[in-house]
């Protein structure tokens, strides 16, 4: 069976794992709040609505690539497609490219960044092969202007960080939502976890500051893992009402 990732990829080792993919997210949350089209995400109502909804979905089509079989990643990707288009015809505008590339880059580089926090550093080949993966999932979906190699992906990024980065009010809408929905203490992790992963220029458009309480917590998690107490310390921190689905976000254990 031929598999859209392969079996010993980095890119299912790094998807494979509760942990770090709640690390992707909370970068993602941070960037999707600044980034100049989150209108786009306003205009269904989902993100504001159901913003832990919002990613446990997100999670679902993620997860259907990186582990699928080949073909029906294929279909997983085209329903995506699919959906965007919808939206676009409800709108009566089209999702500029620049935006979908955002997207695609916060993918990239969230599961690099979060995978070097909790676990290790990358090689250079290793972080080509993430890059090449997503890359693939962005040419299937038919954007235009993708990087054609992991360093001109690394330029790029750069320049959409400039360039399509902006505090608005959806950004402190968003944040209000993040709050309303985590609870006080949540929230303050969310912050600190953001802290940890989001390049400097994400970290200086919404004020999160430095390194704060969460980076000798961290250390001490990662001690747990090793003796196998890291369930007792994540069922202290997530909400009740997603505690199953986190849970079954561990392919790898």
Known sequence: MTFFVDEDSIVRKIWGKADTILFIFAGASAEFALNKAV??????????ADPLGRLFSTVAYARQIVFSEYHAALNAIDKITAIHQTVEKNRGAQIPDWAYRDVLFMLIDYSIRSFEVLERKLTNREKAEVFAVFNQVGSRMGIKGLPETYLDWMVMR????????????????????????????RYLVLKQTQVLVVPE?????????????????????????????????????????YKAQIKDLDVLV
Not at 160 to 172: A, P
Not at 202 to 226: E, H
């Open 39 to 48: 209108d786009w995400l306003y205009f269904t109502g989902r993100l504001p």
């Open 201 to 241: 220029r994400v970290n200086k458009l919404l004020g999160l500051g430095a390194t704060g309480f969460l980076a000798p917590v961290l250390q001490i998690y990662k001690l747990s893992r090793w003796l196998s107490f890291e369930g007792l310390l994540k069922n202290a921190i997530l909400p009740k009402d």
């Open 158 to 185: 750069d320049q959409h960080l400039q360039e399509n980065m902006i505090c608005s009010d959806f950004t402190v809408d968003l944040y209000k939502q993040y709050r309303s929905h985590l609870g006080f203490v």
